[in-house]
């Protein structure tokens, strides 16, 4: 059976109801899990209350902010998982970010700066987190991030996001290199699109999500349940024989040609 009871896990990528963390989140909760959550702080609180009143019902125990880009941020938030739960066993990044002008038109116009922010925010930060609980995950533990189709292939206008992802994939076998002999296993899951506020800053979404409907074998596109669901399994001792993996949760929209 699926159980998280006594697992201490952080779920970063929270923005609103739609987001996939929250889906993930909900089903963590579900299995039994305790929860840290952070949010992207921003200059007038808005984010923090907004997702304080959401993950309230759920209960967590540490609810911090945490910019991937603030260093400091990111060290006081790994003080208080030592300092409140003393280890933690389950890491959850589900993050990203891409400037809007990059999600459309010319990859090729892509400037350096657009090109290091989206690897630093999206990639980099997946290495630097789990640097960081690697110390705290001291009775094994499981990271996932979330990665997309688009860093495999080309899909139009995912441009400089494709290419963090594939960067994103590789630190996921790195890091499951590095990290499996504590114990500790590292998979991502390919999510099919899905409506949030950084999909849709990818143009033309609307578009990706009807040939999937069209051409995926299930004839939809997956929810946010289902991708917590497939992240619950991930966490738990059910999956302990697998790292270093993508696991597709798209309808099985990847193997059609
Ligand atoms: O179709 C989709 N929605 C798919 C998303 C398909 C496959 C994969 N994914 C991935 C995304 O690439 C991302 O890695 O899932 C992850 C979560 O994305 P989401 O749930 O689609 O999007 P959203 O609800 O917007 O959450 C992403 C959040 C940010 O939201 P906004 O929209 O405010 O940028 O990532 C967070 C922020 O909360 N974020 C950061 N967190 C810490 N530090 C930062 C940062 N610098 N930048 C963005």
Redesign the pocket.
Known sequence: MLNLNGKNALV?????N????WGIAQQLHQAGANLGI???PDEKGR?EKKVQELVEPLNPSLFLP????NDTQIEELFTAIRDQWGRIDILIH????AGKEELSGDFSNVSRAGFTRALD??AY?LVQLSGAAKPLMTQGGSII????LGGVRVIPNYNV?GIA?AALEMNVRYLAAELGPLGVRVNGI??????????SAVGG?LDMIHHVEEIAPLKRTVTQTEVGNAAAFLSSDLSSGITGQILYVDSGYCIMG
């Open positions: 970063t990528g929270i923005a609103n739609r987001s996939i963390a952070t949010y992207l984010f945490c910019d991937v880009q589900c993050l990203a970010f925010i999206s930060s991030t979330l990665t997309y996001m992802k390919s999510a099919g699109p899905i409506r949030t506020l950084a999909s979404i």
